[in-house]
């Protein structure tokens, strides 16, 4: 709610995420449980021809517990919980005419001739869904080292998977492929990929408190690899005017990793009253993004040169309504 900006303020179960070091301000147990509806709308204009396709999904955002630890002095704080990161879900869907694409075959193996539909009007439909999310779960600590610093230490396990299905259907309805033995009428394919995703780091953190109204808050993640593990195939049939057909299919499972780089956060906040102003930078060196497999290190050097770091500039804002016991926020 206050767009991301929340390294410097980090006072609930979500420091384990944003800083976990600001589970150190927190004096009492907390259950934290959220969800979030996604709702998303796609237009496609195919050559003049229009189409609308949405889908939407209600899932678990995230939910967590703190567990405050009695000491003596300053303060011991533990929290464990699960945060849904990126959602996949996605819909794509056109209908239209075209005269490009092409679908070639050979109508002989022993023939090394290849035909294709190219250059006239054809019908194309197509749908392309993605379901899924990538996901963590965390186990994070926080401790005062001093009355006015805390450390923390977030650990976490990440997870998810990606179903993404591709339909396409390509039809000669203008009749304009009649000669044998590209007398095509009829081209179907189905198409999947199912990836699951697995990866561990760690985030470390600090934060300061100046006096009662300033908090000032850093954050590193530390460099860690993502396995991604997908299983793929698809399956076309080419359908003829004579009602011949032929039919293709293939599929595999292919296994790669890619190493992630630091990502680095910084942030300030201030209250006054009933009136919090807080403000986050976050750098990430995308340069330094690698595939660790062996197959795949030569587009290295291709990241390098078409990547660059980033900086994302977080504000927000947080009033606080006593009558309400509540609180409004923007960002």
Known sequence: GMGGAYTAVADDYSAIYWNPAGLAQLQKGEFWMELSH??????????????NASTSATKFNSFGLVFPVPTYQGSLVFALGYQKLK???????????????????????????????????????????????????????????SPNISVGISLNYWTGKSD????????????????????????????YITTEYSSFNAKFSGLLRLGRFIRVGVGIDVPHTITAKEDWGYDGILYFDNNDKLETQDGG?????????????????IKLGPILGTGSLEYT???????????????????????????????????????????????
């Open 285 to 331: 060196d995308w340069t330094q993004l690698k595939f660790k497999t062996d197959e795949l290190k030569p587009q290295n050097s291709l990241l390098k040169n078409d990547y660059r770091g980033t900086l994302k500039v977080k504000l927000g804002g947080e009033l606080s309504i006593p009558l309400l016991a509540s609180q409004f926020r923007a960002g």
């Open 87 to 145: 959602d996949f879900d996605y819909v794509n869907d056109f209908f239209g005419v075209s005269d490009t694409g092409a679908i070639a075959f050979q109508s002989d193996p022993n023939d090394s001739s290849y035909y294709d539909f190219w250059g006239r009007d054809v019908q194309k439909q197509g749908l392309v869904t993605d379901d899924g999310s990538l996901n963590q779960w965390s186990l994070a600590g926080a401790v005062d080292i």
């Open 164 to 191: 993404y299905i591709r339909e396409f259907n390509q039809q000669d309805v203008f009749n304009n492929f009649e000669n044998y033995p590209a007398d095509f009428d009829q081209y179907l394919e189905n198409g």
């Open 253 to 269: 499972v292919y296994e790669y990793e890619v190493q992630i780089p630091f990502r680095f956060q910084t942030g300030a906040s």
């Open 38 to 51: 996604l709702y998303f709308s796609n237009d496609i204009n195919f050559n003049g021809s229009n189409t």
